[in-house]
T-cell receptor, first 112, second 114 residues
Framework: GEDVEQSLFLSVREGDSSVINCTYT??????LYWYKQEPGAGLQLLTY?????DMKQDQRLTVLLNKKDKHLSLRIADTQTGDSAIYFC????????????FGKGTRLHILP | EPEVTQTPSHQVTQMGQEVILRCVPI?????FYWYRQILGQKVEFLVS????????KSEIFDDQFSVERPDGSNFTLKIRSTKLEDSAMYFC????????????FGPGTRLTVL
């Protein structure tokens, strides 16, 4: 069945780059997402990428997609304390009524 | 910027009681969803809703659950007889027209069943 896997924890020094990795199983995935969840808050859509793209850049965020290996990554440049959160990788087929399948989330901890 | 809102932010209830969780999706959106996140676990899909009917539901969404769009703005999730294992954060989401399935999530309702 559909599954999304990601590592649970990542610690990064302030100012360094953070790279969060994710793998997914559904070859029919059309949209791949990164959501951010700050403590006690909801799910904020950070960025998404179409499966026919291999890279998307949005300010400090870079998403890389290797469709052959079904591997997605999120790079956050110049990591700040405000980036401390849980980052969820997710996928869907892209039909408007289709569900999103989430990973367990990677908790990003920023070291001073 | 328009956003999805949910009320209440926290609901405490006794096992066996009925609860209704409320959501106001983004006003021009047509597709609505409920997800839940048990503490420390994945966000799981419960149900999708379009044109006043359920499009898809997961195996979690059993006969104890129902959804309704009682008026032009609210989208509700009802749990008829709550169980301890229903304790979770419940997220509502919506998406609009266009080719992209970009679901916008509300802040969630934390349900605690005692």
């Amino acid at each position: 069945g559909e599954d999304v896997e990601q590592s649970l924890f990542l610690s990064v020094r302030e100012g360094d780059s953070s790279v969060i990795n994710c793998t997914y199983t559904d070859s029919s995935s059309t949209y791949l997402y990164w959501y951010k969840q700050e403590p006690g808050a909801g799910l904020q859509l950070l960025t998404y990428i179409f499966s026919n793209m291999d890279m998307k850049q949005d300010q400090r965020l870079t998403v890389l997609l290797n469709k052959k290996d079904k591997h997605l990554s999120l790079r956050i440049a110049d990591t700040q304390t405000g980036d401390s959160a849980i980052y969820f990788c997710a996928e869907s087929t892209g039909n408007r009524d289709d569900k999103i399948i989430f990973g367990k989330g990677t908790r990003l901890h920023i070291l001073p | 910027e328009p956003e999805v809102t949910q009320t209440p932010s926290h609901q405490v209830t006794q096992m066996g009681q009925e609860v209704i969780l409320r959501c106001v999706p983004i006003s021009n959106h047509l597709y609505f969803y409920w997800y839940r996140q048990i503490l420390g676990q994945k966000v799981e899909f419960l149900v999708s809703f379009y044109n006043n009917e359920i499009s898809e539901k997961s195996e979690i969404f059993d006969d104890q659950f129902s959804v309704e769009r009682p008026d032009g703005s609210n989208f509700t999730l009802k749990i008829r007889s709550t169980k301890l294992e229903d304790s979770a954060m419940y997220f509502c989401a919506s998406t609009g027209r266009g080719s992209r399935n970009t679901q916008y999530f509300g802040p969630g309702t934390r349900l605690t069943v005692l």
